[in-house]
C-alpha cells in the first residue's frame, strides 16, 4: 500500500512538473538587424531618454565606475547576488538583436527574446503597467545609446533557483499583465504620479515588504522594507518623520536629494534621485505629479499644522552644552564630532546642516540607517556600498575611527535625547552586524 502511494506521488509529481514547463515555455523571437539610430525619431528618442531617468533605469543597469547601462550592478537578494544585465545595443552581450516586439514582451511579461523567463529583480511585474507609446520611448532611447560589449558576471542564485523555466510558477502566484487604469475619482495629475510611481519607478520595489518567495505583500503596500541592508521607510502615514511629508517637501527631495526639514538621501535612493530624477530631462511637472501621489498617501496635508512647533522644538535640541557634554561621554563624542554640522541656531534648519531631531533614522523602529550613516557615511554619488569617494561627499565615514560601542553609545545618547520613542535594543551587536556586512559587500 505504501509502496502504491509512494508511486502515486512520483506520477502526479512528474505530471504536475510537466505541465509547469509546458505553461513556462515561451518561443523566442527572431533576432533582427541592430536598427539604425537614425530611424527613431529625435522626439521619441527625448521621450525615452525622460521616461528612463524617471524609471532611474541607469541604477540598476550600471555598475559603479562603468558604462552607462553596460550591466554588471550587483543587487544582493536573500536568494543570492542577482547582476543588471547589457542593455546596451550591443548584438552580442547586450539587446541590439531585440526588436520592439521583443523588447515589449520583456517589459510586459518578463520574458527575454531568447523564450527564458527573467527573474522578477528586473521588475516587469510594475512595467507590464506601461503604455505602448512609453515601451516605444524607452526602446528608441536604449537603441540608440553607444553599443557597449560587457559580459556581467553570472547571477549565484542556487539550485533549483536558477532554472529559468521554473519562474512560471512564481507568476503563476504572483503575476498579472495588466496596464495601468485611471482612477476618474482623482486628477489628471495624481494619475500621472500613481503611473509613474507604479509603474516605471516600481516604488514598491524598494518600500514594500516582501514574502518568503520574493514576492510583494501587495496588502502592505509601502508600509517600510529592507532593501540592501538599509530600512526603506515606510510612505504612508506610518511614515516616522517627525514631520509630514508634504508635495512640496517630496517635490525638493526627489528634485535635488535633500530638503531642510527631513535631510539628505542615501543608499539606494541616491542613484534614484541624483542620478536620475534630479537630472533636468525629467520635467518638474513629473515629480510634482509623484509627489502629490506620496503625500496623499502620507496624509501630509492633515498634519501640516504642527509643522512649526515641531521644528522649533527639534532646533531647540540642537545644541549641547559644556555641562551636558562633561557629565555624558556620548554627549561629549557628539558634540566633538557631530555638533560642527548638525547644529542648527536659526528657527528653521538648514539644508546643508540636517537636524537629527527631524531625522527619520532616530525615529524608526531599528538603528540600520543611523549605523549605515555612520559607519560608511553619505555621498552625492553612488558607489557599490554607498561609501564616500574623493568628490560628493556629505558626511564622512566614521567606521575606521569609531569602534561598535562608541558607535552604540551615540546611537543611545541621540534616541534617547532627540526623540521620544523606547531606547533601542542590543546596540552594540548590531553595529557589530552590519560592520560585518558591509565588510562583506565591497
Request: aromatic letters at 8%; charged letters at 20%; one cysteine or more.
Amino acid at each position: 500500500m505504501i509502496r502504491r502511494v509512494s508511486i502515486a506521488i512520483l506520477v502526479t509529481a512528474c505530471f504536475m512538473l510537466a505541465g509547469l514547463l509546458l505553461l513556462a515555455w515561451r518561443p523566442s523571437i527572431a533576432p533582427i538587424e541592430p536598427p539604425s539610430p537614425s530611424s527613431f525619431s529625435a522626439e521619441l528618442v527625448a521621450k525615452g531618454e525622460a521616461l528612463s531617468a524617471a524609471g532611474h533605469c541607469a541604477s540598476c543597469h550600471t555598475q559603479p565606475g562603468g558604462q552607462l547601462f553596460a550591466g554588471g550592478y550587483r543587487l544582493n537578494t536573500p536568494f543570492g547576488a542577482i547582476f543588471g544585465t547589457n542593455i546596451t545595443p550591443d548584438p552580442k552581450t547586450g539587446i541590439g538583436v531585440w526588436s520592439l516586439e521583443a523588447f515589449t514582451r520583456a517589459m510586459r511579461e518578463g520574458v527575454a527574446r531568447d523564450g527564458s523567463h527573467l527573474l522578477p529583480a528586473f521588475p516587469y511585474y510594475a512595467f507590464t503597467k506601461l503604455s505602448d507609446d512609453d515601451v516605444r520611448g524607452l526602446y528608441a532611447y536604449l537603441m540608440t545609446r553607444p553599443a557597449v560589449n560587457s559580459t556581467v558576471p553570472a547571477n549565484t542564485l542556487p539550485f533549483p533557483l536558477n532554472i529559468r523555466a521554473f519562474q512560471e510558477g512564481w507568476k503563476i502566484l504572483f503575476f498579472r499583465s495588466t496596464r495601468y487604469q485611471a482612477d476618474p475619482s482623482k486628477s489628471a495629475e495624481w494619475n500621472r504620479g500613481a503611473y509613474l510611481a507604479e509603474g516605471l519607478a516600481d516604488c514598491t520595489g524598494c518600500h514594500t515588504p516582501r514574502n518568503p518567495l520574493g514576492a510583494e505583500e501587495v496588502e502592505r503596500a509601502y508600509t517600510g522594507a529592507v532593501i540592501e541592508g538599509w530600512i526603506a521607510p515606510a510612505l504612508t502615514e506610518a511614515n516616522p518623520s517627525p514631520v509630514p511629508w508634504t508635495q512640496e517637501e517630496l517635490f525638493t527631495y526627489l528634485r535635488t536629494g535633500v530638503t531642510s526639514l527631513h535631510g539628505a538621501t542615501g543608499a539606494t535612493m541616491t542613484p534614484v534621485i541624483r542620478g536620475a530624477l534630479a537630472l533636468p530631462v525629467v520635467p518638474d511637472s513629473d515629480i510634482r505629479a509623484i509627489a502629490l501621489y506620496f503625500s496623499g498617501m502620507d496624509r501630509a496635508s492633515a498634519r501640516a499644522n504642527d509643522v512649526d512647533a515641531t521644528t522649533r522644538e527639534a532646533v531647540a535640541s540642537s545644541y549641547v552644552s559644556s555641562d551636558q557634554a562633561e557629565n555624558d561621554p556620548n554627549a561629549d563624542r557628539y558634540a566633538s564630532a557631530c555638533m560642527s554640522c548638525h547644529y542648527n541656531a536659526g528657527p528653521t534648519p538648514l539644508a546643508s546642516r540636517p537636524e537629527l531631531a527631524l531625522n527619520s533614522s532616530l525615529m524608526l523602529a531599528e538603528p540600520t540607517n543611523f549605523i549605515q550613516v555612520v559607519l560608511n557615511g553619505v555621498t552625492n554619488t553612488a558607489t557599490i556600498d554607498n561609501t564616500q569617494g574623493a568628490r560628493g561627499l556629505v558626511m564622512p565615514e566614521y567606521g575606521s575611527s569609531l569602534t561598535d560601542g562608541e558607535i552604540a553609545g551615540l546611537a543611545a545618547y541621540l534616541r534617547r535625547t532627540r526623540t521620544k520613542y523606547p531606547p533601542w535594543s542590543d546596540l552594540e551587536k548590531k553595529v557589530a552586524a552590519i560592520r560585518r556586512e558591509s565588510a562583506a559587500s565591497r
